[in-house]
């Protein structure tokens, strides 16, 4: 249950914060460099990234704009977008864990790490786009 | 209840805590979670104290071992993922149709 409402506290946090927190994970995320990455910053990462697929699931949990004469709903479009993004980011973010996990003497590979930025700086740009804060109704 | 003095006095109360706690503690995994509960009121009401819980989380993290680390992130994904399998599947028939 504690690891639920993290979850939501997360997602919550990013909804709040539109696109400055969005901002904020970016710039705090960007600031690592060097060739390696090491376990605490794949975790900060991967992090920042299932808060954003957070929001990407509270858009897709609206209504579809078709169907709905609510303010906040979903485009097909848009939906789709946000999914192609997401799937790439986690297949990208299971890649990095698989490989901190299997090699635990070692540290990470930015290339894989720069794998999961570029998901995380695509899934902004669509939600900064779009204006999606997360909000779930 | 003012909020703004509650955030900065819970991250001031945490930072004094995180250069005397033990590594491995459960103290440590407690605070994180703490941390991160408080960023939604942190992004709210005192915007500026979001750097300093940042880093104040990176430091905690430092405290926990790797393994620690990969099993804590596994259970967060396994929440965020089957949250979000659950929703796509509303979209099958957008997916499906060809991208123009």
Redesign the interface.
């Known amino acids: 249950m504690k690891r639920i409402l993290v979850a939501a506290f997360l997602g919550a946090a990013l909804a709040l914060g539109g696109c400055q927190t969005f901002s904020t994970i970016s710039t705090a995320f960007h600031a690592v460099t060097g060739a390696k990455v090491t376990v605490q910053q794949v975790s900060v990462a991967a992090t920042a990234f299932d808060g954003l697929k957070a929001t990407g699931t509270n858009y897709l949990l609206r209504p579809r704009c078709s169907e709905a004469d609510v303010p906040l709903c979903s485009k097909p479009e848009v939906a789709k977008a946000v999914i192609q993004a997401i799937d790439a980011g986690t297949l990208a973010r299971n890649n990095l864990e698989a490989f901190v996990r299997d090699h635990p003497a070692e540290l990470g590979t930015s290339g894989l790490y720069d794998a999961l930025s570029v998901s995380i700086s695509t899934l902004q740009g669509i939600f900064n786009a779009y204006g999606i804060k997360g909000g779930k109704s | 209840v003012n909020l703004t003095g509650l955030v900065t006095t819970a991250v001031a109360l945490l930072q004094s805590l995180a250069s005397v706690v033990p590594s491995n503690s459960t103290f440590v995994l407690k605070a994180i ?1 703490f941390l ?2 408080l ?2 009121l942190a ?2 009401e005192v ?1 500026d104290e ?2 300093v819980i ?1 880093d104040l ?2 430091a905690l ?2 405290k926990t071992d ?2 620690t ?2 099993s ?6 396994a ?3 089957a ?2 399998e659950a ?2 599947a ?2 099958a028939d ?2 499906e ?1 060809p991208s123009t």
């Open positions: 979670a991160e509960q960023i939604p992004v709210k915007q979001i750097p940042k989380i990176a993290a430092g790797d393994a680390l990969l804590r992130l596994s259970d967060l994904d929440q965020v993922d949250a979000y929703a796509k509303k979209w957008v997916l149709e």
